[in-house]
C-alpha cells in the first residue's frame, strides 16, 4: 500500500473503478467523511465503494493491492475520527451490503458484517436467546464491534463470537476461530488488511423476560449519555486498568472544556462532542489537552479509544 497520491492518479483510480463492470455496488467520489461518521466531522474520501457481497469485495480489494491503492474498511463511523483533509485512496462501505443474518440451531448464528448491533439485540431477544444484551445501547456495525472487541456493562463481542469470516488484502476468503483473534479490552487482531465479512456467534438460551429485563436496565444506566444533544463518537478514551476514564476526566476538571467547536461534555467526561462546526484538529487538540492534565494532575495516561484516520 502506497501513502496519499495526487490528483492525477486519483482521476486514473476513478478511471480504472468505473470499468471494474463486474462491481454490482456503489462508487461515489469525493464523498465528505462528515456524512459517514457519527462526529459528523471529516474531510473528504476520494473514492468510497459499497461492495454488495463476497464477490464485489474480493474484486475491489484484490483491484486495489493490484493498484497500490490505500483502502480503510467504514462501518457506521461509530468509533471513528477522520481527519481534516480527508482520505486518500478507498473507503470499502460495508453498510450496504454484508445485511444478513442467518440464524441456525442451538442459538448460533452467522450475522453479515454491515448489520447494527441494536437490530442484532432484538432479532436475539425475539428468539430468546441471550448473550449480546449489554450491546442495546452500541450503535456500530457488527464488524466494527468484532474489530473493537466492544463492550459494556461487563460483556463484550469475545463472549459470543465463535470465529469470523474474512475476506484477506489479496482477495482471499478465510476463517479465523475465536483462538487467533485474542480479544482483549476494546481490540481484536486481525491479519493486516483483513475485513471482517460476517461473524460467527453463539448465544445462549434464555428467559425473554429475563433479556427484556437487563436491556432495559442497560438503557436506563444509558439515559444521561444517549441523552447528548451534539454528534460524538461514545468514549474517547480507554479505561485506565480499574479507573474509569470519565471519572478521571471529570476530577481533572474538564467538564465544558472546549477547543474550537469540540466540548468535553457536560454529560459525561469521556465524551468529547462536536458542539458545532467542530473540526478534526479542535478534537485533536482537546485530546491532547485532556491526556496533559489527567497526566499533570493524577499522573494518570489515557489512551484513546477512537480510530483517527485520515490526513489533516
Ligand atoms: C453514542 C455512542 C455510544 C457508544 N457506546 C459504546 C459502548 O458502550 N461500548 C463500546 O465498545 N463502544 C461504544 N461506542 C463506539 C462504537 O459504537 C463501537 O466501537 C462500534 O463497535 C464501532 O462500530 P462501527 O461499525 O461504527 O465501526 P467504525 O467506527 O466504522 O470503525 C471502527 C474500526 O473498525 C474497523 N472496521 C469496521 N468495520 C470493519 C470490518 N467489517 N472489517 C474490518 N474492520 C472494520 C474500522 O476500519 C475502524 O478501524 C459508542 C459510540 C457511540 C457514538
Given at each position: 500500500?502506497?501513502?496519499?497520491r495526487g490528483r492525477e492518479d486519483r482521476n486514473s483510480m476513478q478511471y480504472s473503478l468505473f470499468f471494474i463492470q463486474r462491481f454490482k455496488g456503489k462508487v461515489l467520489f469525493n464523498v465528505p467523511m462528515s456524512e459517514h461518521t457519527s462526529f459528523r466531522i471529516g474531510g473528504p474520501a476520494d473514492v468510497m465503494a459499497f461492495p454488495q457481497d463476497d464477490g464485489d469485495l474480493k474484486d475491489l480489494v484484490a483491484f486495489a493491492e493490484?493498484?497500490?491503492?490505500q483502502f480503510h474498511v467504514l462501518g457506521a463511523g461509530t468509533n471513528l475520527l477522520v481527519r481534516d483533509g480527508g482520505v486518500r485512496g478507498i473507503v470499502v462501505n460495508m453498510c450496504e451490503g454484508f445485511k444478513d443474518t442467518s440464524w441456525l440451531d442451538e442459538g448460533k448464528a452467522v450475522v453479515g458484517a454491515g448489520v447494527r448491533l441494536p437490530e442484532l439485540v432484538n432479532q436475539a431477544r425475539d428468539r430468546g436467546l441471550s448473550g449480546l444484551e449489554f450491546a442495546v445501547n452500541i450503535p456500530g456495525t457488527v464488524g466494527g464491534a468484532v474489530m473493537m472487541n466492544a463492550g459494556a456493562y461487563g460483556g463484550e463481542m469475545a463472549d459470543v463470537v465463535e470465529g469470523i469470516e474474512v475476506i484477506g488484502r489479496k482477495g482471499q476468503k478465510g476463517f479465523?476461530?475465536?483462538?487467533e483473534l485474542n480479544f482483549s479490552y476494546r481490540k481484536a487482531v486481525l491479519p493486516k488488511g483483513a475485513i471482517v465479512t460476517r461473524a460467527h456467534m453463539r448465544f445462549r438460551k434464555g428467559d425473554p423476560e429475563g433479556i427484556r429485563g437487563r436491556?432495559?436496565?442497560?438503557r436506563e444506566r444509558r439515559k444521561a449519555s444517549s441523552a447528548?444533544?451534539?454528534?460524538?463518537?461514545g468514549s474517547i478514551f480507554k479505561n485506565p486498568e480499574g479507573r474509569i476514564a470519565g471519572k478521571l476526566i471529570e476530577e481533572a476538571g474538564l467538564k465544558?472544556?472546549?477547543?474550537?467547536?469540540?466540548?468535553v461534555s457536560e454529560a459525561h467526561a469521556n465524551y468529547i462532542v462536536n458542539a458545532g462546526g467542530?473540526?478534526?484538529?479542535?478534537?485533536?487538540?482537546l485530546m491532547a489537552l485532556v491526556r496533559d492534565k489527567v497526566f499533570s494532575s493524577l499522573g494518570i495516561v489515557l489512551e484513546p479509544e477512537i480510530k483517527v484516520i485520515g490526513e489533516d
Open positions: 500500500m502506497q501513502a496519499g493490484s493498484k497500490g491503492f479465523i476461530p475465536k483462538s436491556m432495559a436496565e442497560f447528548i444533544p451534539y454528534p460524538n463518537a465544558g472544556e472546549r477547543s474550537g467547536g469540540a466540548m467542530a473540526k478534526a484538529k479542535d478534537v485533536l487538540a
